[in-house]
């Protein structure tokens, strides 16, 4: 270090990732994302407050129209 130099400087290498290199972390927050809406709607609770009542999803009509579209299997 020369003369007046700051001690606690820090050097990082950096490097620009490419869209190939980046598609695994946008899958991986996509699959992530989608996994979090399922569980908010199908872990969902009926509430009520002072503006109404929300029912839950109706679980069993919901895995019937899956099975019907073929997006589940039996």
């Known amino acids: 270090?020369?003369?007046?130099?700051?001690?606690?400087?820090?050097v990082?290498?950096?490097r620009t990732l490419t869209n190939d290199?980046?598609?695994?972390?946008f899958e991986g927050a996509v699959e992530a994302t989608e996994?979090?809406?399922y569980n908010s709607?199908?872990?969902a609770t009926?509430?009520?407050?002072r503006g109404g009542t929300i029912e839950a999803l109706p679980l069993d009509r919901v895995r019937a129209l899956l099975e019907?579209?073929?997006a589940v299997r039996r």
Request: no cysteine.
């Open 68 to 70: 019907r579209f073929g």
């Open 12 to 14: 990082t290498a950096r």
């Open 41 to 43: 709607m199908f872990r």
């Open 35 to 37: 996994e979090a809406i």
């Open 1 to 10: 270090m020369g003369p007046g130099a700051p001690r606690d400087t820090l």
């Open 21 to 25: 290199e980046m598609s695994a972390l």
């Open 46 to 49: 009926t509430v009520t407050s």
